[in-house]
Each structure stands twice: as C-alpha cells, then as structure tokens.
Nanobody, 131 residues
Framework: QVQVVESGGGLVQPGGSLRLSCVVSRSTLDYYAIAWFRQAPGKEREGISCIYATDGSTEYRDSVKGRFTISRDDAKRTVNLQMNSLQPEDTAVYYC????????????????????????WGQGTQVTVSS
C-alpha cells in the first residue's frame, strides 16, 4: 500500500518561512509526479507546486512563484517544499499527493494537473500565517 506522509506545518508570522516534507513509501521516481496542494477554508483544493519524475522539471502556481521552492531527495524518498515570505493568504491545509501515471488532464492548461490526476494523498498539515 502506498503511503504519503506530510510534516512541517505550523504557525508562522507574516514574512516568515516554513519547510514542508513529504515522505512516500516507494521511490520518488516511481511516480509520474509528486505535488503539493493546499486548501483554505471555504475554497477548493489547488495545486501549488509539483515535480516530475522523468526530468525533474518543476511547476509553480503564480501565487507562489519566487517564494516557494520544491525539491526532491530520492535517497530519502522525500519531496520538500520550502516556503519563504509567507503571507496570511497562504494559510491552508497543505497536502502532498503522488500521481501513479501520466495526467488525464492537459498539462498545458493546468498547473500540476488536476486533483483527480493524483492517486495517493497524505492527511495534510496545517500552515497558519498570522501575527
């Protein structure tokens, strides 16, 4: 059974930083893509960053570009999300997700695909940005 486990959330002041980690039960290279999604209260879950196994390429939602960095440590089966310059609007539950195969959705239209493109999900970790 594939497992996805996130860690690293917490409370941080505006302008601060957090590092989220996602450990998967198989090699990170066994998945088509591994992504971070987030869901704020009353809003839909949105993909914010992902990394692809084939070439290590990355994608970011415009709202986090230049502030968040995704990286992969294959030896530790881990994908990290370094989040800098956090703002209150970044407050959400952050989920790690892994896609078993190529997306059904069109990568040209959707940053990191759609929610249904991912087959394995973690339980989520809360990130709260507040003074």
């Amino acid at each position: 059974q594939v497992q996805v486990v996130e860690s690293g959330g917490g409370l941080v002041q505006p302008g601060g930083s957090l590092r989220l980690s996602c450990v998967v039960s198989r090699s990170t290279l066994d998945y088509y893509a591994i992504a971070w999604f987030r869901q704020a209260p009353g809003k839909e879950r949105e993909g914010i960053s992902c990394i692809y196994a084939t070439d290590g390429s990355t994608e970011y939602r415009d709202s986090v570009k230049g502030r968040f960095t995704i990286s992969r440590d294959d030896a530790k089966r881990t994908v990290n999300l370094q989040m800098n310059s956090l703002q209150p609007e970044d407050t959400a539950v952050y989920y790690c997700a892994a896609a078993a195969h190529k997306f059904l959705s069109n990568r040209n239209f959707y940053t990191c695909g759609r929610r249904y493109d991912y087959h394995y999900w973690g339980q989520g970790t809360q990130v709260t940005v507040s003074s």
